[in-house]
């Protein structure tokens, strides 16, 4: 098949391309690296953002010289694109925009949840300081105050006093506040997510990861696969991630649903139609062998994945990721990482990843870009497999320059 590929997630990329499909890239400059250039595809386009418009007219002269057969794409970012090029060029898609934008807005989520008769939070929407105040009042303390369409932990704030709210309201910003922010009661408990493939309308859980989270920015820290679970609490978390996905409407697509573990039984924090970032699907294929970013590139082509599901086995084993995230202002400036040709020569670490190079600033953070590495391990229980991770991580040092000069 002649693929058109809008967007990110490279390792799907790859392995359309390992199963002989031509692949023809569509950009966005933020996120294109100099590799795009060669490699998988036949032919790589980076276009600044700009409204679908352009992006449909660039894919019409593709098309035009040589007919595609599917539009993909496996980042939420670009959903909107694939849907207008699939329309324009009379091309098929499994990109579901509709489930795209109940899911984008927690707002909405949470409101046919209810209907649905899904147990979940109190939860009000506002859209000025003063709706916002209102709705804290309404759900009361500790709350959390977030954007309905945020990610990555952005904006994300948990509230305890009124300088918190005041703090948060100023990070937030007035653009946000008239887009929309929610309002949701805090949920006392652990924290997972559950990585499942949809076929049709049936729910397959692939795995349930424990989440490891700062507990004032919401920062994910680390993931762990297979979380430590009781039989009965993870039959209980897989029972309710299904109800979720049928109140919402998942089909023929992957998801990634946040809950908390609540002493009433699971609430959900938010699901996506697309696999879970942080490398979790990393893990799931060290720790059950299931290679999801293949099931998903077979998917998005329109191939029934149902039976590599059925053979798919279980491996014995656990797999974590732990992120280094020093904290700091950007006065200083990263000199050097020691210790990661170290880390990496660990028998039971599979990968190092530095997410910031030498050069950068120092930030505070606040956001899961703010991480500055992340190490991989595997174990042969979930206990061996985090305490490496927390261990190889511990073994990096980051060492930083001041730069009088530079401010916040």
Known sequence: M???VVGTNRMCHDRLHDL???LVLLMPRGRARPEDATGAYRHTVILDAAAPELWVAVAEVLHAAAPFDAVVAFN???YRIVEAVADRLGVPTVVDVELFERVLDKSRTREILDRHGVPGC????ARDRESVRTAV???GLPCIVKPVDGEASAGVARIDTADDLDAALQRLGEQQLGRGVIVEEFLVGEEFSVEAISTGTRHHVLAITKKYKDARTFVERGHLVPAPLAPAAEAAITAYVERVLDALGFHDCPSHTELVLTADGPRVIETHNRIGGDSIMDLVELATGVDVHELVARQAVGEDVSP???????EARAAAVWFADPSGPPSNTLTEIRGVEEVRGLAHVHRVDLLKQPGSPQTTVRQSSDRSAAVLTVGATAAEALHHAQAA???LRFHYTWTPEATD
């Open 20 to 22: 002989g499909h031509e």
């Open 2 to 4: 002649r693929v058109l």
């Open 76 to 78: 939420e970012h670009t």
């Open 137 to 139: 009042a309404a759900i």
């Open 122 to 125: 109190r939860h009000r929407l």
């Open 308 to 314: 590599l599901l059925a053979a798919a086995g279980t």
């Open 393 to 395: 991580v511990a073994a």
